[in-house]
């Protein structure tokens, strides 16, 4: 949804979120809030159709780290994972999107519901910032009636600069970890394979030998063969009916969601200056990341909250040295 417009034209609507918060105590007796977004749309546009017609899915943008290492996975990997993602015993089974894109039925790799297979940087210029491309040669306001005598101004932004941010977004390196030998950190790498939470956010991972392709289809041979620790299946996980936004994409139902590869998260309070979490960012930090955790990932978060509260936070530090 575009929130603004060019001159001379009403933007498409504005979102209205509020919140409810509600208190919850660990059983140890510590306290912890969530918050559940409610969102709506004001100052909507179009009288022909009605705002409660739509569909809506709140995001916040990822952390665009480790873009190259993500598009050169070994997808014969991720098949194999997901044949044996299947823990009865924890509930849990992960499975991958799979979507047609220019016309070719692929895996997903790219997205919260992995609904992309590539790093669809031609989507970006068009949908988010209006810009028409080669692949998307019509503004995203076309059919609009308040567009009706604007004049087409033809293809905005080229196939080469295109390229050029395709490859500047492949190259984005992911953060080396940190405080590695610290004994804190040590102690909550062990509390998060007890709280299983690596059945999901998989430690380590392995990228195909040729490494990946660019749009224009030159190849980037060192983002091959790598042994990398992205701290994701990018498996898609029903998480339960609280995350559920209703809206499908590819195979992915509205519960379901691709684990967030957990690389670089660490430093996301530097980087992006914001420790809000999870797809539309409701959570305001970790613990509220993890106690949203349902369906799938329900087993984890018990594990987790009947953990003390010394090791509770253990967890979170290692989480912030990734
Ligand atoms: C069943 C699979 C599964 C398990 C087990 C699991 N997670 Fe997750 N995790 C996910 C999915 C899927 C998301 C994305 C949910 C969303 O965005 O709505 C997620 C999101 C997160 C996030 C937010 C990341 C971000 O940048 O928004 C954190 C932090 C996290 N998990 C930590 C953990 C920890 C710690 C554990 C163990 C206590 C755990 N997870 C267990 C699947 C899982």
Redesign the pocket.
């Known amino acids: 949804m575009h929130d603004q417009a060019i001159y001379g034209v009403k933007p498409e609507g504005r979102l209205k979120v509020t919140y409810t918060e509600e208190t919850f105590n660990f059983p140890d007796g510590e306290e912890y809030k969530l918050q559940t977004p409610h969102y709506e749309i004001t100052d909507w546009y179009a009288e022909n159709i009605a705002p409660e017609d739509l569909r809506i899915s709140v995001r916040i943008p990822?952390?665009h780290v480790g873009m190259g290492q993500m598009m050169a996975l070994d997808l014969d990997e991720l098949k194999r994972l997901a044949a044996k993602s299947n823990y009865p015993e924890?509930g849990?089974s992960?499975r991958l999107n799979y979507i047609t894109e220019r016309g070719i039925k692929q895996i997903g790799v790219s997205g919260?519901k992995a609904q992309h297979a590539d790093l669809t940087v031609e989507l970006g210029f068009s949908s988010d910032l209006g810009v028409t491309n080669d692949r998307y040669p019509e503004e995203v306001c076309q059919g609009q009636s308040q567009m009706m005598g604007f004049a087409n101004y033809g293809i905005q932004v080229s196939t080469q600069d295109m390229e050029d941010v395709d490859l500047y977004m492949q190259t984005l390196g992911v953060p080396a970890r940190r405080n590695v030998t610290n004994e804190t950190v040590k102690k909550g790498e062990e509390m998060?394979y007890k709280?299983?939470?690596q059945?999901?956010?998989t430690p380590t991972l392995h990228t195909r030998p040729r490494g990946t392709v660019l749009l224009n289809g030159t190849q980037l041979p060192w983002l091959g063969s790598q042994t990398i620790h992205p701290y994701s299946d990018y498996l898609?996980?029903d998480?339960g009916p609280g995350?559920d936004d209703g809206y499908p994409s590819g195979l992915a139902a509205g519960c379901e969601?691709?684990?967030?590869p957990?690389w670089g998260?660490g430093l996301?309070e530097v980087v992006n200056g914001h420790t809000y979490?999870?797809?539309?960012g409701r959570?305001r930090n970790?613990t509220e990341?993890?106690m949203?955790?349902d369906?799938?990932?329900a087993?984890?978060?018990i594990?987790?909250s009947r953990m003390s509260k010394e090791e509770r936070s253990a967890?979170l530090t290692f989480?912030e040295s990734l």
């Open positions: 990822l952390r924890y849990i992960g919260n998060f709280a299983k939470c059945l999901c956010h898609l996980h998480m995350l969601w691709r684990t967030t957990l998260i996301q979490f999870l797809h539309d959570a970790l990341a993890i949203w955790h369906g799938e990932g087993a984890s978060r594990l987790f967890l989480i």
